[in-house]
């Protein structure tokens, strides 16, 4: 995915979870729109240097959008609106998945909406879930979930029902900061949904975490992170 037009500036502070005020070079402050929803813990301080992309809809209240913030010397991606479409561009390329050819997004089984089902003549049908991991656990070592998830409980109890089933089913984390080497799942903040895992994958349900990697102005799902389960 490539983002050309970044500009940087500082972050001052997040409020009411959709607003970042942001300092500009220039000393101006502009409100960007804060896509992520969730608590965005380790991933801002006041003062640690932003990107923010110009909104391409003329019409939109917030002319800007919170991208990357920028920690000492890595970066950490915000945008949580961004993960799925770089899934996408890299499933064909991934080893667990390219051999599917169809890939189908948002789709519903049970009482779960997953984020895509991949297809193949000859191959069982592949659900795969993604999780987008910005949280630090420790150095070096990424989690999730930053809060509890009951959702995410959810999704696991019906990945396991698909593999009982004689399909497979996947949990695909993506590491969206350049600052850790290995993935797991964060046991003081939701221990139900860390045995729920443990669970699935003594049920057969594969789990994968790969992180960004970034060149020029293109960013890329392709380095595989360990995963601590």
């Known amino acids: 995915m490539l983002f050309p037009s970044l500009t940087q500036g500082r972050i001052l502070k997040r409020y009411k979870r959709f607003f970042a005020d942001i300092e500009l070079e220039d000393g101006s402050i502009v409100v960007a729109h804060c896509a992520n929803t969730g608590s965005m813990k380790t991933c801002w301080e006041p003062g640690w240097p932003a990107l923010i992309s110009p909104a391409t809809n003329p019409e939109r209240k917030l002319r800007w959008t919170l991208e990357f913030t920028l920690p000492p010397n890595h970066f950490i991606m915000v945008n949580t609106a961004l993960t799925n479409h770089l899934v996408k561009e890299a499933l064909s390329e991934l080893a667990p998945f390219k051999d599917y050819l169809t890939i189908l997004p948002e789709q ?74 290995k993935f797991k799942t964060a046991d003081k903040i939701d221990l139900d949904y860390a045995q729920a895992l443990k669970l699935a994958v003594s049920k057969g349900v594969e789990v994968y975490c790969f992180g960004l990697e970034k060149k020029g102005d293109e960013y890329k799902l392709a380095k595989s992170i360990e995963v601590l389960v």
């Open 108 to 181: 519903k089984i049970f009482d779960s909406r997953f984020d895509f089902l991949l297809t193949q003549s000859g191959l069982p049908d592949f659900w795969v879930e993604v999780k987008n991991v910005t949280l630090l656990d420790s150095p070096g070592v990424a989690s999730f979930p930053d809060a509890v998830s009951t959702r995410g409980q959810k999704h696991l109890q019906d990945l396991i029902k698909l593999k009982e089933s004689g399909q497979r089913a996947a949990m695909l984390y993506v590491l969206s900061r350049s600052d850790a080497e």
